[in-house]
């Protein structure tokens, strides 16, 4: 059974910085990609970042672009989000998940983390 463990969530000030940790109970070379979703109260999770398990495709949403980068350690199983400039809007919990290599559908997901802004 796939297992992805978050870490790194908390409370900021708006224009400050966290970083977001997954570990992976597999290799990251067992998935087809790892991504960071984020979702908020009454609205559908959006994907915020992807990184192909090679690292060679990063995706951003346009919201973050320019302030979220992602990105993993093969030999740590560990995927990152480096979250800049924060925003009071960028609160949410953030979920990563693994897309699987059968599906192309991300089928794995960690249990989330909050990640809250302040004005």
């Known amino acids: 059974q796939v297992q992805l463990v978050e870490s790194g969530g908390g409370l900021v000030q708006s224009g400050g910085s966290l970083r977001l940790n997954c570990t992976a109970s597999?290799?990251?070379?067992?998935?087809?990609?790892m991504g960071w979703h984020r979702q908020t109260p009454g609205k559908q999770r959006e994907l915020v970042a992807a990184i192909t398990s090679a690292g060679d495709i990063e995706d951003y949403a346009d919201s973050v672009l320019g302030r979220f980068t992602i990105s993993r350690d093969i030999a740590k199983n560990t995927t990152y989000l480096q979250m800049n400039s924060l925003k009071p809007e960028d609160t949410a919990v953030y979920y990563c998940?693994?897309?699987?290599?059968?599906?192309?559908?991300?089928?794995?997901w960690g249990q989330g983390t909050q990640v809250t802004i302040s004005s």
């Open positions: 998940a693994a897309k699987s290599h059968y599906s192309g559908r991300y089928d794995y």
């Open positions: 597999e290799h990251l070379f067992s998935f087809l990609a």
